[in-house]
Structures are given as C-alpha cells and as structure tokens.
C-alpha cells in the first residue's frame, strides 16, 4: 500500500527560531451542546458523503472500464436473460402500443398534460430530497447514500439518453414521421429519480406506488403533449431503472470492500490535508 499525502501548509518554525518558551495547556473548552453542535454536526456528515462521493465515483469509473473483463460472469448467470427477455418483450409492447396509446393520450389537454409533468417532478425530487434530509437529520448514512446514487445514476441515464437520440435521430410523434426508429425517451432520469426511494423502503408497496405513480405521471403528461411515444416512455423507464440499479448494486459491493476506497481526510499536527491511497499487487 503506497500512501500519498497532500497537505495543506501550516506555520512551521523556521530553522533559526529559537523554541517558545513551554506554556502550560490551557483547560479544554467543553464540547458544544443543543442547538450550537448542530452546525459542526451537519458539517461532518456532509463531509462524510464527500468522501462517499469521490471514492464511490473512482471506483464506479474503475468497474466499468473493467466490466468486459467480467462478460464470462455476466452471461453465466441466469437473471441475466430473465432480465433481457422481460426487457425485450416491455419494448415490443411498447412498440406495439405507440398508435393505439397516441391516439387515446392526445385526448389529455395540454394543461393537464403539463400538471402531471410538474406534479410528478415535484413528487419525484422532493422524495429524493427528502430522503436526503432525513438521512442527514438522522444520521442515517444509507438513506444518504442511497438519495446520492439516484443523482449519479439520474446524471448518467441522461448523457445515455442524450447519446443514443443522436445516434437513433427518432422523432416525435407530433413531427408524424411513424415510430418504427429508436429512442427519444428523454426522461431517463426520472425513473433514476424514484428508484432510490423505494429501494431504501425495501420496495414495500406503499412507498413503491406512489413513487412509481409519480414517474408514470410525467411519461403520461409527456405523451399528453404528443412529444413520446408510449415505446420511449417504456425505454427510458428501463435505461433510468437498470442504471440505478446497477449503481445500487455497485456501491453496495464497494462498501463490502472498504481497503478499495482512495480518498480520505489527513490531520497532522498543524496541516490539514487529503490522503490519496494506492494498492500494486504482485503479478
């Protein structure tokens, strides 16, 4: 293990200086109580996720440049195809539906169609938020974590979404070109958004439900105002799930293995300072 130390300066003697005269240590002062602690209480919980968020980013970014090295794993496990094919026969659904549902949702008025896109933003980010605060208030560092990973997966199901438009070019249904092209799902991160949520609730039916209701109230209100195909709603609904989960999935394998994690606060003497650790293994 090689530790690297960057330390932030402090006020060393110089070489010349004769030593200060020994003082007698002043009484500690009593540690801060009731509602005076709350600031530096906040302050280390924060901080805390800090460190959560760049160790869990290095590693992500270390997983997936890794992740072909892991196909072999990934195609000998049977949930893998339950997975594809339950996937698969969503999106041919979908595809199956996009005429039929068009021409019953384009009944929403353009109002109403813009309240279940605002209703259910709201619901989603406030949930997340929520969650977020009540981890924060509790020191619960799973309901933190948890609300953090639907932000970085809600951030990357959309550069994924924003990359496969340009390379699908598909257009809305509003433009009248056909639905037989794929995708313009923008809405990824909604489902990154709500998932979180019920996951930290172990997916009990009542925090589920309306969680999901909410993502279903923006695709409904995006296929009211004719700009998705019911197909993109159910593609982005898959990518934003799939990659919150996969995220879910990597940061609890990443907390099981702490010794990966390379980022950590350094205190010495009169230096503050960031730690940077590095792991060679033999060949």
Not at 52 to 58: D, R
Not at 168 to 182: K, S
Request: proline share 6%.
């Amino acid at each position: 293990m090689l530790e690297l130390l960057l330390l932030g300066a402090a006020a060393p003697h110089a070489a010349g200086d004769e030593p200060a005269p020994a003082e007698a240590p002043a009484p500690a002062p009593p540690p801060p109580s009731g509602i005076t602690a709350i600031p530096g209480i906040v302050g280390s919980r924060l901080a805390a996720d800090f460190r959560w968020s760049v160790n869990n980013l290095e590693a992500d970014g270390e997983d997936i440049l890794k992740s072909p090295c892991h196909a072999g794993e990934l195609f000998q496990n049977p949930a893998f195809y339950w997975t594809t094919l339950a996937s698969g026969a969503l999106l041919g659904a979908g595809f199956a539906l996009d005429e039929p549902a068009r021409t019953t949702f384009s009944k929403i008025s353009d109002k109403d169609a813009s309240h279940l896109q605002s209703w259910g933003n709201a619901a989603l980010w406030s949930s997340t938020g929520a969650l977020y605060l009540y981890g924060l208030s509790v020191d619960d560092a799973r309901a933190r974590e948890y609300a953090l990973t639907g932000l970085f997966a809600s951030g990357v199901s959309g550069l994924l979404t924003s990359a496969i438009k340009d390379v699908f070019g598909r257009e809305r249904p509003v433009q009248n070109n056909g639905h037989w092209q794929w995708f313009k799902g923008g809405h990824s991160f909604v489902s990154g958004a709500t998932t979180p949520v019920s996951e930290y609730a172990d997916n009990r039916w009542y925090v589920a439900l309306p969680a999901y209701t909410a993502a279903a109230a923006v695709g409904l209100g995006r296929m009211g105002k004719d700009a998705h195909w019911i197909s993109d709603v159910f593609g982005s609904a898959l990518l934003g799930v799939g990659t919150t989960e996969l995220f879910l999935h990597m940061h609890a394998l990443h907390a099981a293995n702490a010794s990966r994690y390379r980022v950590f606060p350094v205190v010495v003497e009169h230096s503050l300072g960031l730690g940077v650790s590095v792991t060679f293994r033999d060949p």
